[in-house]
């Protein structure tokens, strides 16, 4: 029997089933995602990722029509408790509004900064909820409103290495998963 954990839960899967069930949904692993074959770029040099992300958070990204957005070192303000945000990198602005609807997006780039409230899914399946708004002084996009709780439960430090991935639950509400590699 293996568990895994997901969204703060513990699922048991009997060794000889090859899936689960998430979101009402029959899922599977797929190769594709695997410890022998995940690369990411580092410095202009590729490097094995014996750290790929745990079968929980595998799994929920294989089972949706996940979007992975990049990767990111954190630096002190990601991890700075007064600040309390996840500063997303421009390059990805453009590409999460363009997976968000017409209305999420308005709400998101609003002048009243009402933004939309997120589901994040940390390494261990745990989820925290979120705002994800547009700080309008910088143009970009940003958690907030629980990222500090996904900070301190999975003990962050400046210079860890965050994967981020988006995608949409069944009754089609936007979520997050975020990996981290430890410097």
Known sequence: MTTIRLFGNDIKVPEKEKSIRLFGIHISPSPALNNNNMQLQR?????????SPPPSLRLAIQSVQSVYMGWKYLENS????????FLIPAEWCAKLLHH???SESEKIQSEDDRGINVSVM???????DMKFTEWKS????????????LVED???QKGDLLHLWHFRTPDDKPCFAVNIIRS
């Open 43 to 51: 410095d202009d040099r590729f490097m094995n990722m014996p750290d």
């Open 122 to 128: 940390d390494p261990r399946g745990n989820s925290h």
């Open 154 to 156: 999975n003990q962050l």
């Open 138 to 149: 910088l143009k970009r996009l940003v958690f907030n409103r629980g990222w500090n709780k």
């Open 78 to 85: 990601d991890i700075n408790m007064n600040l309390s945000r």
């Open 100 to 102: 968000m609807t017409e």
